[in-house]
């Protein structure tokens, strides 16, 4: 008896890293993630490595069914280490760890919003050959052929999220024709990180079985158009509820906007921000930091629901559809928690 592992990891290509994954056949029963053995790759071949020492090691994180070939296989994310065992450069993953293990007592939730857009050859899917369809308006979770595009992909992908024990919560039609978007979380900061690398490569994954591809570029059309992001809503335990929880939430809210620390996130919020954070389309300048009540157009919007109740989240508007999940939840993390802990707010 044997089983297939697929192995999927984040490779090295910069400004924006791609998905990679290959097959393992394993005997037996499908084994829990301690039983899942390390596996070398080329790391010549996805920027992660020089030909002349080109081995690099793929270390188990997270496994689940595969939704794809079913039966007894799975998928396994792994990060990428050096052979000395110690993470590689582009391992992103292994900072975040240690953030949250500083932070763990402050138990931050992340949920993230995934914007993407499909794309058949050299054009979204719904934009006429030669032309543009009719302005923005109707397509936001909208209905009906004329103005909704990918719905089979959209539906294709959650039923498999969901059949792999993803912590799915949503999608919706979003604001350009043959733009979507799925919610992953609330989760803890590693759960909702790899989960939605997992996410993202059943995406891509379940594309291909409908001749479509998906993309993740924050600014797929340029002009008049919405671009794509990856909204990340976020909370600790202090924001949540209790006495005070409403002063931390303004606490994490002006901790974002201190000394360096705008500039310090935008840049590492995904490559092209620039392009899509214009101030126009819902967005905030990317080199100006605001936060409000119900406003999408600040760098940080505090839900109407989260001032009714004077407790519960905030939500970054910044992220680019393309941002490393790593590299966002352990910014926030890292500023937002110093920030409370200081303020005795935990």
């Known amino acids: ?162 059949a792999a024990g993803l912590g799915i919560s949503g999608i919706n039609a979003e604001v350009m024709p043959g733009q979507w978007e799925f919610q992953v979380g609330p989760l803890a900061p590693l759960e909702v990180s790899d989960q939605l690398w997992v996410a993202r490569w059943l995406l891509y994954r379940t594309a291909e079985d409908h001749e479509v591809s998906a993309t993740l570029d924050p600014k797929p059309v340029k002009g008049d158009w919405n671009g794509a992001g990856a909204h990340t809503n976020f909370s600790t335990r202090a924001m949540r509820g209790g006495a005070g929880a409403y002063d931390a939430i303004i606490t994490a809210c002006e901790s974002l906007g201190e000394g360096s620390k705008p500039m310090d996130h935008v840049k590492n919020y995904g490559a092209g921000i620039d392009d899509r954070l214009t101030g126009l389309h819902e967005t905030a300048p990317w080199n100006e930091y605001s936060y409000g009540v119900s406003d999408r157009g600040a760098s940080v919007r505090i839900p109407w629901q989260v001032e009714k109740d ?37």
């Open 1 to 162: 008896m044997t089983f297939k592992a697929e192995y999927i990891w984040i490779d090295g290509t910069e400004p924006t890293a791609k998905l990679r994954s290959k097959t393992k056949i394993l005997p037996g029963a499908p084994a829990g993630l301690a039983e899942l053995p390390l596996w070398g790759f080329d790391g010549s071949s996805t920027n992660q490595a020089k030909g002349h020492a080109s081995d690099r090691v793929l270390r188990p994180v997270f496994v689940c069914p595969d939704p794809i070939r079913g039966g007894d296989d799975v998928l396994v994310l792994c990060e990428v280490l050096n052979t000395d065992m110690t993470p590689h450069s582009s391992n992103t993953r292994a900072l975040l760890a240690e953030v949250e293990e500083r932070f763990a007592a402050q138990e931050p939730v992340f949920g993230i919003e995934q914007e993407y857009t499909f794309f058949a050859g050299e054009r979204p899917l719904g934009f006429p050959v030669g032309g543009f369809p009719a302005p923005q308006g109707g397509y936001y979770c909208g209905v009906g052929a004329d103005e909704i595009h990918g719905r089979p992909v959209v539906e294709a992908h959650l039923e498999n999220c969901l």
């Open 310 to 346: 004077g407790e519960g989240y905030i939500e970054d508007r910044r992220p680019n559809a393309n941002v490393d999940p790593y590299v966002v939840t352990r910014l926030m993390v890292d500023t937002c928690c110093a920030a409370l802990e200081k303020a005795g707010q935990v």
